[in-house]
Nanobody, 124 residues
């Protein structure tokens, strides 16, 4: 069982930056694929990015490629999402998620554990 707690959301102007953090409980964090998803009002939850257990492999949605960076610190049981050049369309609740199957996936169904989400609002 893994518990995930996101932090770092807030209000930022277009073009600005935010860094989200997701702290995980449990001793097996370093074995999990971690992912970030987001959900805007009235829309389905969508994939943002994912990272392998070691951090060596990452994958991004086209909409954030080149602007967002995922990273992790296994010693701190934490995964990060650095978001630069933010746009109003990036406004959403951002969720981190854990996947115990060691396979990078964009599918929501591939993640067993979810945080409560943190709100990101980008003003124009």
């Amino acid at each position: 069982q893994v518990q995930l707690v996101e932090s770092g959301g807030g209000l930022v102007q277009a073009g600005g930056s935010l860094r989200l953090s997701c702290a995980a409980s449990g001793r097996t964090f370093s074995t999990y694929v971690m992912g970030w998803f987001r959900q805007a009002p009235g829309k389905e939850r969508e994939f943002v990015t994912t990272i392998s257990p070691s951090g060596a492999s990452t994958f991004y949605a086209d909409s954030v490629k080149g602007r967002f960076t995922i990273s992790r610190d296994n010693a701190k049981n934490t995964v990060y999402l650095q978001m630069n050049s933010l746009k109003p369309l990036d406004s959403a609740v951002y969720y981190c998620a854990a996947n115990p199957r060691r396979v990078l996936t964009m599918s929501i169904m591939g993640y067993d554990y979810w945080g409560q989400g943190t709100q990101v609002t980008v003003s124009s």
